[in-house]
């Protein structure tokens, strides 16, 4: 057996970082968050490993929103944009071949459900969802319309800040991740309870995309920039090994 | 002065929110996309091994079960290999993905896999663990994304020479790790987020 690996287990989530299970002002979260204390353990094969998605998996609309939902010659209502960035790890290294998948409000803040009773209007040419597969450098884009904030159910009078959905997988199932990109300069920002979950500005300003003139599409798009970062792996010679080796 | 890690934080997660199926299985709403929901179908063809049926729900604090949630499960080919890149041991069997994805039903929430019995996976120092699959559940309300395991109640040797499972605290808490047959290749397998009968979810 080979003493040199390439790579080794997951470097531990930083539970200081991320959000709690049980945040009150988030109300939902009181009765379904665990109260026992998290197992930890070194991440063994079951989490070093996670499903393939193939490029072509991917069809030519599936991370245009404005198209891909609407009638021939039609396109969805709202603000156009670009969100474009890339998948990292933890050391910076590109992640290619992550499966994006997301999904959000249309223009005025509602969502395509049979269970969402907010009054804004359906728009018929959008459908809220799509998803890509990150290039060799872990670069992905994806084109939609600017949601709307909405209210809901929560505190008597909580707006969610316009936002969009990521489920991201990586490499190993270790990595998977769901996260929300916020807008650079939304004000609804400062008063979710759902952003409020998060435990510093620092951690806020990690799900806000600035808007990036560079990538601007002009007369067309404009353009957000949102880069995801998820765990990454130990790279070294000195792996764990069987014992008595 | 020291010199500089460099490196990066995490993305912080959010909750998946009410609408997770919008995104993840957005035929299951209704939105017709993609030509199908991924995760659907763990079989591909004839698989190798044991076929078996898993199914429960998410419940939460007060006994009532979430209808909002998504549960993926991964897990290895009967004979402990995974259908994935990081896979050097081996090939898996080409009919079987070893991911599977479930909305729940919209009405009771009860998820259910069509999958087979995994096979046993090496613990990082080489013992073998039992078999088990990896569970991940987001939903409205959960802030980050909670991953357990499912073992087997009649593993029972396997289990008990578990490197994770004997190395719990409370042991009388494995119990909410097990899924128990209650019909030929039927396993259930009840996830509760808060409560006497809290799962034990893992920090990996």
Known sequence: M????????????????????????????????????????????????????????????????????????????????????????????????????????????????????????????????????????????????????????????????????????????????????????????????????????????ALTAPLDMHRTVPMDSRAFKFDIVLRGRRQTCFENRPEGL | MVQKRDYLRESPSQTAGPYVHIGCTPNFTGIDAYGGDLGQVMKTGPVQGQEIIVKGAVYDGTGTPLRDAMIEIWQPDAAGLFASANETRGDADPNFTGWGRSSGDMDTGEFVFDTVKPGAVPFPDGRMQAPHITVWIVARGINIGLHTRIYFADEAEANASDPILTRIEHQNRIPTLLATEISAGVYRFDIHLQGPQETIFFDM
């Not at chain 1, 665990?34 to 609309?61: K, M, R």
């Not at chain 1, 670009?82 to 790890?89: A, L, M, Q, S, T």
């Not at chain 1, 969009?164 to 990109?181: E, N």
């Open chain 1, 2 to 205: 080979s003493l040199i690996k390439q790579t080794g287990g997951f470097v531990p989530r930083d539970r200081g970082w991320q959000p709690e299970a049980l945040t009150p002002p988030y109300k939902t979260s009181v009765k379904r968050s665990p109260q026992a204390a998290l197992l930890s353990f070194p991440t063994t094969l079951s989490e070093e490993t996670s499903p393939l998605f193939g490029h072509d998996l991917i069809g030519e609309l599936d991370n245009d929103l404005i198209l891909n939902h609407a009638q021939p010659g039609q396109s969805a209502i709202g603000p156009r944009i670009i969100v474009h960035g890339r998948v990292v790890d933890e050391m910076g290294r590109g992640v290619p071949g992550a499966l994006l998948e997301f999904w959000q409000a249309n223009a005025g803040g509602r969502y395509r459900h049979k269970k969402e009773s907010y009054q804004a209007a359906l728009d018929p040419n959008f459908g809220g969802c799509g998803r890509t597969i990150t290039a060799e450098d872990g670069s992905y884009e994806m084109r939609t319309i600017q949601p709307g904030p909405y209210p809901w159910p929560n505190g008597m009078n909580d707006w969610r800040p316009a936002h969009i959905h990521f489920s991201v997988f990586g490499h190993g199932f270790a990595q998977r991740l769901i996260t929300q990109m916020y807008f650079e300069g939304d004000p609804h920002i400062k008063l979710c309870p759902i952003v409020g979950v998060l435990k510093s500005q620092e951690a806020v300003d």
